[in-house]
Structures are given as structure tokens and as C-alpha cells.
Nanobody, 122 residues
């Protein structure tokens, strides 16, 4: 079992920055890849970024490339999403996720956090 708790969401003006954190407990943190997803009402949840178990490999949705950075600190059992140059269209509930594999593209999401709201005003 893995429990994920997000924090760091809030209201920010366009062009600003936020850092989301995902604190994990349960199974060994380094045993799984993790990712960040987002969802707006009426739309499907979409992948934003993902990172493998060691933090060496990561992937990003095209819309956030160059603005968002995913990272993890296995010693602290915490994942991060640094978001900069935020746009109103980044407004969504952001979810942390743990995959059932260590590497990217080889597994599926097994656990979800409860989500944290990010609102970007224009």
C-alpha cells in the first residue's frame, strides 16, 4: 500500500510559480515511478509529468515542457512539481500518482493522492 498526500496548491497570478509536494508513506518510495496529473471539471484526467524511481528519467506533457520540472527526493519520500510561468489554462486539480513499476512507460497508476487545487488568475 502507498499513501500520497499533496500540498502546495493555491491561487497565483499568471506568470507566477508554485511548487507542489507529494509526501508518500507505505511501500518503499524508491520502488515505484511517480507522476503528476491534472483534471478540470468535465474533462479527463491528463498526465502532466512523470519520473522514474531514481529520478534520472522524466517525461512531460508538451503544454508544460520548459515551464514545469518534476523531481523526487527518495530519502525524504517526497516528490515535487515545480511550476513556473503559470498560465490560466494550467488551472486544475493536480494529483500525485504512484505507478506499479519503477521505470516509465512500463506500468500503470496504482495509487492516487487526494488532489490539490491550483488556480491561475489572468
Amino acid at each position: 500500500q502507498v499513501q500520497l498526500v499533496e500540498s502546495g496548491g493555491g491561487l497565483v497570478q499568471a506568470g507566477g510559480s508554485l511548487r507542489l509536494s507529494c509526501a508518500a508513506s507505505g511501500r518503499a518510495f524508491s520502488s515505484y515511478a511517480m507522476g503528476w496529473f491534472r483534471q478540470v471539471p468535465g474533462k479527463l484526467r491528463e498526465s502532466v509529468a512523470a519520473i522514474n524511481w531514481s529520478g534520472i528519467r522524466s517525461t512531460y506533457e508538451d503544454a508544460v515542457k520548459g515551464r514545469f520540472t518534476i523531481s523526487r527526493d527518495n530519502a525524504k519520500r517526497t516528490g515535487y512539481l515545480q511550476m513556473s510561468k503559470l498560465k490560466p489554462e494550467d488551472t486544475a486539480v493536480y494529483y500525485c500518482a504512484a505507478f506499479d513499476s519503477q521505470e516509465l512507460g512500463t506500468g500503470r497508476v496504482r495509487y492516487w493522492g487526494q488532489g490539490t487545487q491550483v488556480t491561475v488568475s489572468s
